[in-house]
């Protein structure tokens, strides 16, 4: 692997210096900081819990030095809605949804919005991306195909705000085909939707985090490693355990956890290069694969996105960033 230091604008990339790879990471007064950024951003008073909610996860310290960029720049405001404590009394019994956008940066699928199912009981939570409010339906039997199969169990109501794209006849028929009950709530009405509003609040805040804290501005990729890591976070709904345990009764791995939009080199197999190519490609993690179990890479000149379980991460380069002015003082802004 190159020893090569690397920095970002929006998506030119240039060689900083060469560096010796160090063992930043690996020393304990960092620990924190770096599950901090694994976690994206997850306030470090949480961080000494996650030993005993997640497997993969060692003693963390509680405290840290100094200021983190992302939590400084994302997650510096109070939530102003308040998420409820009450819940159903199984998975899916209640299932809350919304729609999100249109964002100002498209994603590098093309899309514009997201859609979130919450599950109230566990508060799992699942991500979709829209290319338009046109496709929700085909997201909302997609939702319902994945976990009902996953669990054998039923959605029993679904609560949406009144927006047109819910009340449409499609959905009408498959509500009423399907026996699920409707409900909708007032937008901004926190009484009624807090579970949402929280959610969709702390995704964003946290989403901020993750792009101004590594200065990559994909937006909705970002959403969804949020979607992904907070799974396995605590959450105070479900006392002591992970919305993931919460949802399917076994405590969750972290160790595979990675800070998001830090470089990576992924393994190019004998296939796909000639004799003299390079065996490993440069690239950004960008975000986790749930169904191939693997990590989405952005691939860097090629505007693409691979999907490899053998990748290599230089998570030393982010703290490197922040930690050593001489190669600080060349990043570009
Ligand atoms: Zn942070």
């Not at 020893?3 to 930043?24: D, M, R």
């Not at 510096?76 to 998420?83: E, G, I, L, R, T």
């Not at 699920?180 to 937008?187: A, D, S, T, Y």
């Not at 992970?242 to 399917?248: D, G, I």
Request: charged share 25%; glycine share 6%; proline share 4%.
């Amino acid at each position: 692997m190159n020893n090569i230091l690397w920095s970002y604008t929006i998506f030119n990339i240039y060689k900083l210096a060469e560096h010796p790879t160090q063992a930043l990471v690996h020393d304990s007064s960092r620990l924190s900081e770096l599950w901090n950024r694994r976690f994206a951003h997850l306030h470090y008073r949480a961080l000494p819990a996650l030993k005993q909610m997640v497997l993969g996860v060692s003693d963390l310290p509680n405290g840290h030095q100094g200021v983190c960029m992302g939590c400084s720049l994302g997650k510096n405001s109070k939530h102003s809605f308040p998420s409820s404590d009450s819940r159903s009394k199984g998975i899916l019994d209640l299932v809350h949804s919304n729609v999100c956008g249109p964002m100002t940066v498209e994603s590098l699928g093309r899309f514009l919005y997201f859609t979130t199912f919450i599950d109230d009981f566990s508060r799992e939570t699942w991500i979709y991306f829209l290319k338009g409010k046109y496709e929700l339906f085909s997201k909302l039997k997609k939702f319902k195909a994945q976990v009902e199969n996953s669990t054998n169990r039923k959605i029993k109501v679904l609560r949406s705000d009144n927006g047109g794209e819910y009340n449409l006849k499609d959905f009408n028929n498959f509500y009423r085909s399907m026996g699920i009950k409707r409900e909708f709530f007032v937008p901004y009405n926190p009484q009624q939707n807090g579970v949402v509003e929280w959610k969709n609040q702390s995704i964003i805040e946290s989403t901020k985090a993750l792009i101004h804290d590594q200065g990559i501005p994909m937006f909705l990729e970002a959403a969804n490693t949020i979607v992904y890591v907070q799974n396995r976070c605590p959450h105070k709904a479900v006392k002591d355990k992970t919305t993931e345990e919460a949802f399917t009764g076994v405590k969750p791995n972290a160790g595979h956890l990675r800070i998001f939009g830090c470089p990576v080199y992924i393994h190019v197999p004998h296939e796909k290069r000639s004799k003299l190519d390079p065996s490993g490609q440069k690239g950004i993690f960008i975000r986790y694969s749930e169904t191939l179990k693997g990590y989405q890479v952005y691939v860097l000149g090629h505007r693409q996105i691979d999907i490899s379980r053998e990748v290599s991460f230089d998570e030393n380069v982010v703290f490197m960033r922040y930690h050593e002015s001489p190669a600080g003082a060349d990043v570009e802004e």
